[in-house]
Structures are given as structure tokens and as C-alpha cells.
């Protein structure tokens, strides 16, 4: 079974919008965290924001913002005020604290803001 | 300050030769990580590094895969006889202690065995 799935292969927002981007994951552990990374066309992962499975409030970056929803096992990630910069890939990613070490991640969402 | 770097950018090889690749993680850095990218696909976990040591290396996918660290900074993982199956994109990552800590990545080494 698959530990993060991301079902949006693309998707398209206008800049200036919101956008919120899925992501459901699948942990016996009792600790993990959560992560979103960005990948432009240059290739470079670029670390977005992180939740814990702990922490009670969602998390939040500048314009973005994680929507932690626990006991549905989600993990959306929220990008407001959408800018044409935003076009990329983002990958939703999971570390189990006690299983491992790696990070896992899901297949990525492609996103594309058009002005 | 700087960020993860990886030599080469790109790398072309014919199948069956040898190829290493370089990682330099963040200065002061203590975990290393390397991760491959097929194409469509999200990273996958190959081997980490605490200090020199490689303290999980259960993603190499067999033993052409080789990973060295011997002084606790630049990483160097190795690919003997590679094979078509082996182009992807190598990317290296490193955080400041541990796995517990976010991983910031490098560029990337996009290997293409012909």
C-alpha cells in the first residue's frame, strides 16, 4: 500500500488564488512528521513546511499553510495568493520516527498558475 | 550560507562502466542522505549517513550501489557496472543531526546509462 498518495496529477489556479493541494498518508506510528517540498523545473528540492503528529495547531509558512487533519490521516497544503513563481511540482512527504530514517515520498502534483 | 552542492549536474555513461557521484553537504551538517528520482516519480530512499558511518543503507538497491563518507562531510556514492535501469536523478540531502530534522536538498545528478 501506497504510505503517501497524492490523487492530483495537475492542477491549474489563476494567480492571485487560492490553491490547496491533497495529500493522504498512511502510518501505524504514533510519531511522524509531515513535509512538503517544492520542485521547480531546475530540479532542487526546496523545503516548504513541516507538521508534526503531535503539534495541535497547523502549521504555517508565509503563504503557505499545511491543513492537518490527524484522524483522517490528510495532509493538504494550502498556497494562498497564488504567484506565477508557484508553478511547479510539490511532493507531500512522511518520516515515520519510529520505523526509519527516510523520508517517504508521494508522486508529486504538478501546478500551473496562469496569469 | 551554502547550500547542499553535487557534482557533476549531468552524467552520461555507457552501460556496464563505473560512475561516483558527489555530495557536499551544509557545513556543520552531520546527516547525509541519498535519495534517487525516477522520472514521474517522487525521491526514493537509498542509504543515510550519521557522521562516517552509514547507519541505514537498507534502500541501495543491490550491491553495485556503494556510498563512502569518509570524513564525516563530502559524500560519494558509487554505481559499478551500471545498467539502463540506473538513470534517474541522485539527489543528496542533509540535516543538522538526524533524521528528526528537516532535510534540505541538493540540485540533483541527472545520470543517463546508454
Known amino acids: 500500500a501506497q504510505k503517501i498518495t497524492q490523487t492530483q496529477p495537475g492542477m491549474f489556479v489563476q494567480e492571485k488564488e487560492a490553491v490547496t493541494l491533497d495529500c493522504t498518508y498512511d502510518?501505524?506510528?504514533?510519531?511522524?512528521?509531515l513535509f512538503w517540498y517544492k520542485q521547480p523545473s531546475s530540479g532542487e528540492m526546496i523545503f516548504l513546511i513541516y507538521?508534526?503528529?503531535?503539534?495541535?495547531q497547523n502549521a504555517t509558512e508565509g503563504r503557505y499553510s499545511l491543513n492537518f487533519q490527524k484522524a483522517r490521516k490528510s495532509a493538504n497544503l494550502v498556497i494562498s495568493a497564488s504567484q506565477l513563481g508557484d508553478s511547479a511540482m510539490y511532493f507531500c512527504?512522511?518520516?515515520?520516527?519510529?520505523?526509519?530514517?527516510?523520508?517517504?515520498f508521494g508522486k508529486g502534483t504538478t501546478l500551473s498558475v496562469s496569469s | 550560507g551554502a547550500g547542499v552542492s553535487q557534482t557533476p549536474s549531468n552524467k552520461v555513461t555507457e552501460k556496464g562502466k563505473y560512475v561516483e557521484l558527489r555530495c557536499d553537504p551544509i557545513?556543520?551538517?552531520?546527516?547525509l542522505y541519498w535519495y534517487r528520482q525516477s522520472l514521474g516519480q517522487g525521491p526514493e530512499f537509498l542509504i543515510y549517513?550519521?557522521?562516517?558511518?552509514?547507519?541505514?543503507d537498507s534502500g541501495l538497491p543491490n550491491d553495485r550501489f556503494f556510498a563512502v563518507r569518509p570524513e564525516g562531510s563530502v559524500s560519494t556514492l558509487k554505481i559499478q557496472r551500471t545498467e539502463r535501469g540506473d538513470s534517474a536523478v541522485y539527489l543528496c540531502?542533509?540535516?543538522?543531526?538526524?533524521?528528526?530534522?528537516?532535510?534540505?536538498f541538493g540540485p540533483g545528478t541527472r545520470l543517463l546509462v546508454l
Open positions: 557545513s556543520g551538517h552531520t546527516a
Open positions: 549517513f550519521q557522521g562516517t558511518g552509514a547507519a541505514d
Open positions: 512527504a512522511m518520516r515515520e520516527y519510529e520505523a526509519g530514517t527516510a523520508l517517504i
Open positions: 507538521q508534526g503528529s503531535y503539534d495541535e
Open positions: 502510518t501505524s506510528d504514533q510519531s511522524y512528521g
Open positions: 540531502a542533509s540535516s543538522q543531526r538526524g533524521p528528526g530534522e528537516t532535510q534540505y
